[in-house]
């Protein structure tokens, strides 16, 4: 069945740090691939998509994502942090063909120390 | 921006009682859903529902979950008997066109179900 991992549960930074968090799924056919972040108290909001064309995707609040389809991976990248990135970031799959629905990973929850 | 909004935002219902949770999409969305989350575990999906009827359904939408669109702009999600277990917060979600062309699914802030 299709499925993503997201390898990090928990991880803590400092402002300014870098920040990689993983994302694989398991399917081999076409898929949409997106992050969605939760910040405290708040809805899921869309980070980024990638549905087709250049891999590498660049999305909101300086966030961008690789899509690397060898690998089955789509780890979200930012260069520097801030404590406002502090939040809850889900990676999902929805497949090209047959059922509409996203599926999540279990999230990664980030705390960004000032 | 357009939002998804959901009411209530957390109830208390008792183990055996009906529970109706509501949710008005963005208005010019055609597929509506709903997904939940238990604490601790995955976001999962439970119904996807367009042109008025239920499209997609995971093994977790049992007997005792029926959803509505009673009227134009309301979407809701009934459940029929609560159990412990249902405990989670709900989301709500819709968009323009299904996910599998890459669209972007709009959540809620969801609602938070507990049962005792």
């Known amino acids: 069945a299709q499925s993503v991992s997201q390898h990090n549960h928990h991880v803590i930074l400092s402002e300014a740090a870098s920040l990689e968090l993983g994302c694989n799924y398991s399917?081999?056919?076409?898929?949409?691939l997106f992050w969605y972040v939760q910040y405290p108290g708040q809805h899921l909001q869309l980070l980024l998509k990638?549905?087709?064309?250049?891999?590498l995707v660049k999305g909101i609040k300086g966030f961008e994502a690789e899509f690397i389809k060898s690998k089955f991976s789509f780890n979200l990248r930012k260069p520097s942090v801030q404590w406002s990135d502090t939040a809850e970031y889900f990676c999902a799959v929805s497949l090209n063909t047959g059922f509409q629905k996203l599926v999540f990973g279990t999230g990664t929850r980030l705390l960004v120390s000032p | 921006e357009p939002e998804v909004t959901q009411t209530p935002s957390h109830q208390v219902t008792q183990m055996g009682q009906e529970v109706i949770l509501r949710c008005v999409p963005i208005?010019?969305?055609?597929?509506f859903y709903w997904y939940r989350q238990i604490l601790g575990q995955k976001v999962e999906f439970l119904v996807s529902f367009y042109n008025n009827e239920i499209s997609e359904k995971s093994e977790i939408f049992d007997d005792q979950f029926s959803v509505e669109r009673p009227d134009g702009s309301n979407f809701t999600l009934k459940i029929r008997s609560t159990k412990l277990e249902d405990s989670a917060m709900y989301f709500c979600?819709?968009?323009?066109?299904?996910?599998?062309?890459?669209?972007?699914?709009?959540f809620g802030e969801g609602s938070w179900l507990t049962v005792v």
């Open positions: 979600a819709s968009s323009e066109e299904g996910p599998r062309t890459g669209n972007t699914i709009y």
């Open positions: 990638y549905f087709s064309g250049d891999p």
């Open positions: 208005s010019n969305h055609l597929y």
């Open positions: 399917y081999g056919g076409t898929v949409n």
